[in-house]
């Protein structure tokens, strides 16, 4: 079955720089890839998502890239700021079983002032 | 609108108790999911009820029980839990089951003594 790997698990910058947060995946035909951040207390908010036919896509100070080929997609903030702490999930959906999301472990954010 | 709402926030239950948990949207989604979510992990798949029918179950023991009364309405009925099922218990919707996006409430955090 898919699974995904995620790094780093903890990542402090300072406000203001750029944060990345890498995920591999093994499944090659998953075909959806949502981004989650969760703050403390509360549940998973999507962020941004890509769908395999994408190469990047951006929101604001938010982008995500996927590379198909390598199996790989990464998250990247640019101009963080405080309330860019959170706990952020990368995700993917195997074609085999699409109702589901296989979760990457993690990544706790924290920016410094 | 994507919001998803859960009551209640909290629950404490001893090992013998009966309660419930519920969840509620009113997007028009079609697919419906119960998640758990321990500290520090990603959540994991429990239940997906896709058209108010039980489509996925997780290999969940029995002392779970999901329940679809209609298309915006999901519950979880909890009966003679373990102390090791306290976590976070969220729930997720999307509009339909295969490949979208899927939106999560704020989850109830459960304790179990």
């Known amino acids: 079955g898919e699974n995904v790997e995620q790094h780093p698990s903890t990542l402090s910058v300072q406000e203001g720089d750029s944060a990345v947060i890498k995920c591999t995946y093994s499944?090659?035909?998953?075909?959806?890839f949502p981004w989650y951040k969760q703050e403390l207390g509360k549940g998973p908010q999507l962020i941004i998502d890509?769908?395999?036919?994408?190469g990047e896509k951006k929101d604001q100070r938010i982008a995500v890239t996927l590379n198909k080929t390598a199996k790989h997609f990464s998250l990247h903030i640019t101009e963080t700021q405080p309330e860019d702490s959170a706990v952020y999930f990368c995700a993917a959906s195997p074609y085999s079983s699409a109702s589901k999301i296989i979760f990457g472990s993690g990544t706790r954010l924290s920016i410094r002032p | 609108d994507t919001e998803v709402t859960q009551t209640p926030k909290h629950l404490v239950m001893g090992m013998t108790n009966k309660k419930s948990l519920k969840c509620e949207q009113h997007m028009g989604h079609r697919a419906m999911y119960w998640y758990k979510q321990k500290a520090k992990k990603p959540p994991e798949l429990m239940f997906v009820?896709?058209?108010?029918?039980?489509?996925i179950n997780e290999s969940v023991p029995s002392r779970f029980s999901p329940e679809c009364p209609n298309s915006s309405l999901l519950n979880l009925h909890l009966h003679a839990l373990q102390p090791e099922d306290s976590a976070l218990y969220l729930c997720?919707?999307?509009?339909?089951?295969?490949?979208?996006?899927?939106?999560f409430g704020p989850g109830t955090r459960l304790l179990v003594l």
């Open positions: 499944d090659s035909a998953s075909n959806y």
């Open positions: 009820y896709s058209y108010e029918k039980l489509s």
């Open positions: 997720a919707s999307s509009q339909q089951e295969v490949g979208e996006t899927q939106y």
């Open positions: 890509i769908r395999s036919n994408v």
